[in-house]
């Protein structure tokens, strides 16, 4: 167990529809990261939150956004949703913004099917 | 452009070493990164390199070349459990703002 929870564990839905995936860090981790993985895919890296703030882009649709909470979980929204969407959606956090040895610990991921 | 590569898969025998190699071009290096990943399951780290050389932990040891961009994990004593996707990744920024994953290595081991 990494001490990173995610909410819900699977989720499925309609296209067209909106969606929201929660994450919690591990106790005192300041980053998180959000990643998706399509089948037999590798990770994508979407967007990472520092303390609060954006601190990183990747490869993240505009129809996707994300945003960190004072007390530093995060939520990533999708929303129009399309069948290509139907992924893995991991959360991982970190202590800090990324330096040094700062790893990166994954939770469990939201499993979505887009229907 | 940034790119990581490994090969798709790999087969090996119970008790065995096995080696899988990643090389990757970034627009820059600050560490890299391996990672295990069975099937449906969370990625969970097993080593970091920033510096040229050989790390051990155990039965997993990962090497660096940065001139070369070239890194290897090495497997010993191989169990059927080491069954699973190894990923390689790199941080490409100073600042540590972003980590590039390869599309990993899926690693089949036999009795």
């Known amino acids: 167990d990494s001490g990173v929870t995610q909410t819900p564990k699977h989720l499925i839905t309609a296209t067209g529809q909106r969606v929201t995936l929660r994450c919690s860090p591990r106790s005192g981790d300041l980053s998180v990261y959000w990643y998706q993985q399509s089948l037999d895919q590798g990770l994508q890296f979407l967007i990472q939150y520092y303390n609060g703030e954006e601190r990183a882009k990747g490869n993240i649709l505009e129809r996707f956004s994300a945003q960190q909470f004072p007390d530093l979980h995060s939520e990533l929204n999708l929303s129009s949703l399309e069948l290509g969407d139907s992924a893995l959606y991991f959360c991982?956090?970190?202590?800090?913004?990324?330096?040094?040895?700062?790893?990166?610990?994954f939770g469990p991921g939201t499993r979505l099917t887009v229907l | 452009g940034q790119n990581i590569d490994q090969p798709t898969e790999m087969t090996a025998t119970e008790g065995a070493i096995v080696q899988i190699n990643c090389t990757y071009q970034t627009s820059g290096f600050n560490g890299l990164f391996w990672y295990q990943q069975h099937a449906g399951e969370a990625p969970t780290f097993l080593s970091y390199?920033?510096?040229?050389g050989l790390e051990e932990k155990g039965r997993f040891s990962s090497f660096l070349s940065r001139s070369k961009g070239y890194s290897y994990l090495l497997l010993k004593e191989l169990q059927m459990k080491d069954s699973a996707s190894y990923l390689c990744a790199v941080r490409d920024t100073p600042g540590g703002f972003k980590t590039i994953f390869g599309a990993g290595t899926r690693l089949f081991v036999k009795a």
């Open positions: 390199n920033v510096l040229d």
């Open positions: 991982a956090s970190s202590p800090t913004s990324g330096r040094g040895t700062d790893t990166q610990y």
